[in-house]
């Protein structure tokens, strides 16, 4: 099995390396940003999936339930935890 964790805890140095941080200091990054960039490709096998995990465990938030590339390329996944 997949450490969850340990991708989540990758998924989050990710959103810290493409994001940028807002007024209240929260880091986010646009879910296209994250999907198309090289290094997250290599990375995670099911970025949506390591996502869905993260949100479960309040780690990030973002819209809706299912992120799917090119429709939801503009959504904002936020980091709720630094």
Same mark, same amino acid.
């Given at each position: 099995t997949?450490? /969850? !964790?340990h991708e989540i805890s990758l998924l989050v140095e990710e959103i810290r390396r493409l994001g940028?941080?807002?007024?209240?200091?929260q880091v986010s /990054?646009?879910?296209g940003v994250l999907f198309a960039d090289e290094k997250c490709?290599?990375?995670f096998e099911a970025l949506v999936g390591t996502l869905k995990a993260a949100k479960r465990r309040n780690i990030v938030t973002y819209q809706? !339930?299912?992120l799917l590339q090119g429709v939801h390329d503009n /959504?904002?996944?936020?980091?709720l935890q630094d």
């Open positions: 997949m450490n /969850v !964790e940028t941080k807002n007024a209240d200091g /990054v646009k879910f490709a290599n990375l809706g !339930e299912l /959504v904002d996944i936020m980091l």
